[in-house]
């Protein structure tokens, strides 16, 4: 499986079937300024999208006819099963921000979690529904979600082998939240890829969970 970080919380996953998934496709033209990661201009088969804000659910710029898939429940495409579980992206039950979706998508044998704008720490029956997991996509950033602390905590609960940070602040992400360092300070098994592509494979999984941190793609 090839997992790509194209910026913000979008990612690119190819699996070894050649299936294309693209994760919260982001509208840099809604946040003028402050968004300048380039669009993504590639077709793909399917697009999930974690809830309905403009820097997540932007697939009128996507290519081509994907599946879109939202909300929570079991979806299959492609040869991928996909399952959704309710959240929050505050931690007052959504009534600041709404509700977010967090996607398990299961392909080749591993199980990755993309929590999309998860606002807070996972209660049992939430972690218990998603399950353990072998990688995980997990906000850092703070203000507007989870932050490095509590990235860190839900990490533990669904048993990541394999964290990659996302939405954080970047030279081209001007929002009001902490960059990837706040999160990756002090830990151990910290890996800067120096690239946006991470290849993985289900019999190749670190035995000790390690953080890697991706450059954004565009």
């Known amino acids: 499986m090839r997992i790509q970080f194209l910026g913000h919380a979008s990612f690119l996953i190819t699996t070894s079937a050649g299936t294309k998934i693209l994760t919260d496709p982001y509208n840099p033209g809604a946040y003028p300024g402050v968004i300048s990661y380039s669009v993504f201009d590639e077709p793909v088969d399917i697009v999930t999208i974690s809830h309905e804000h403009n820097d997540h659910k932007a697939v009128h710029l996507i290519k081509g006819h994907p599946m879109v898939i939202r909300g929570n429940g079991k979806f299959s495409a492609h ?110 098994n910290v890996t800067l890829q120096k690239s946006s592509v991470l290849e993985v494979a289900a019999g190749q999984l670190p035995a000790a969970q390690q953080i890697i941190v991706l450059e954004p793609a565009l």
């Open 79 to 188: 040869g991928v099963e996909f399952w959704g579980v309710e959240t929050f992206h505050d931690a007052q039950h959504g009534a600041k921000r709404g509700r977010n979706t967090v996607f398990i998508i299961s392909a080749d044998d591993l199980r990755i979690a993309h929590m999309g704008d998860l606002g807070h720490v996972l209660t049992a029956d939430q972690a218990s529904e998603i399950g353990t997991v072998d990688i995980v996509m997990i906000p850092t950033g703070g203000n507007f979600t989870i932050d490095a602390r509590q990235a860190a905590t839900v990490a533990g609960q669904i048993g990541a082998k394999i964290v990659i940070p996302m939405h954080y602040r970047t030279a081209k992400c001007a929002f009001d939240i902490a960059g990837v360092n706040e999160f990756t300070e002090g830990k151990p």
